[in-house]
């Protein structure tokens, strides 16, 4: 294992703090040093950025991030238990390392960061996703962060970075690609963890644009976005029937085709629809 600090092993941190794993907040730690510090890579030139992390746990992603520069790094865990262990961190960077115990989707990070504001973290998938929504879709654009880099179940990272026609491709696809580069940057077999889950994961990594890369109203082509793939086996003229009334005009406004299916519309499409829609 890596000595990227003068702090334990992970192992012995946690043995010392008697951090079982608790599958109720989703704990399965990454162990290896050398791999943290590799995904603490993917996030970019640290040196220049504050870094938000989410669900530091026993600190091998925070220790990697730390190891590879970030000017400051704000942790937001959910576990009261992993507070000593991140005490120990912060004394070996004085400075660097301050962190919240609580829950993530409660805390306001900017009360503590100043941009340029990268975000790193392995978390739970179901509170991954909602997190990776609300950063997707902020009042304004472009967002309080810069980049994102997530340890996603690898079937859900598919579905950030899916191409229209493939099975992956939704919702998820056309809000992530619509403001951000993504890209899959890392896949972790389940052995990479402690305890190992049942599935492959993959870190994705997304870069905000400083505007979307089409226009269109946020709110408007997250409707017809929904809309479409609520029903993704339906013609669009059926499952967007809601959306206005007379939607096949709308369709073919945009250049689409009422008897296409969601699953075959790319983002200017959408984009395209989303104007019709709201050109009233
Ligand atoms: N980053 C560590 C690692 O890579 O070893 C831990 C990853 S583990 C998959 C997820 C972490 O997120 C746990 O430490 C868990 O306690 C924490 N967590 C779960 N739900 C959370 C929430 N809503 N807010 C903040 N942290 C949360």
Redesign the pocket.
């Known amino acids: 294992m890596a000595q990227i600090d003068t702090l334990p092993p992970l192992a012995d941190v946690i043995a010392e703090n008697q951090l079982s794993a608790?599958k109720s907040?989703?704990?399965?730690?990454?162990l290896d040093l050398n791999l943290?510090a590799k995904i603490a890579r993917q996030a970019g030139s640290l040196t220049d950025c504050d870094v938000l992390e989410?669900?530091?746990?026993?600190g091998?992603?925070t220790r990697g991030l730390l190891a590879e520069g970030a000017r400051r790094v704000l942790a937001?865990?959910?576990?009261p238990r992993?507070g000593p262990v991140l005490d120990q961190i912060s004394a070996a960077y004085p400075d660097r390392l301050s962190y919240v115990i609580?829950?993530?989707?409660d805390v306001n990070p900017l009360e503590h960061l100043t941009p340029p504001i990268r975000i790193a973290?392995?978390?739970?998938y179901n509170?991954g996703t909602e997190l990776l929504v609300r950063w997707l879709t902020p009042p304004e654009w472009p967002p309080f962060w810069s980049s994102l880099t997530l340890m996603f179940q690898r079937e859900v990272a598919m579905r950030i970075v899916a191409e229209p026609g493939s099975k992956a491709y939704g919702r998820l696809a056309v809000l992530a690609q619509w403001r951000a580069d993504t890209r899959i940057a890392m896949s972790l077999p389940p052995e990479a963890f402690t305890p190992a889950p049942k599935v492959h994961s993959a870190v994705v990594h997304l870069t905000a644009l400083p505007k979307p890369r089409f226009e269109a109203d946020a709110k408007v082509l997250s409707r017809v976005v929904a809309a479409g793939f609520n029903q993704r086996r339906k013609m669009l003229r059926a499952s967007l029937k809601g959306v206005a009334p007379d939607i096949e005009d709308r369709l073919i406004a945009a250049g689409i085709k009422p008897t296409e299916r969601a699953e075959t519309v790319g983002l200017e499409q959408f984009c395209a629809l989303a104007r019709a829609v709201a050109a009233g």
């Open positions: 608790k907040l989703g704990q399965n730690f990454l943290t989410i669900g530091p746990g026993p091998g992603l937001i865990e959910k576990d992993c609580g829950d993530a989707l973290a392995n978390l739970p509170v």
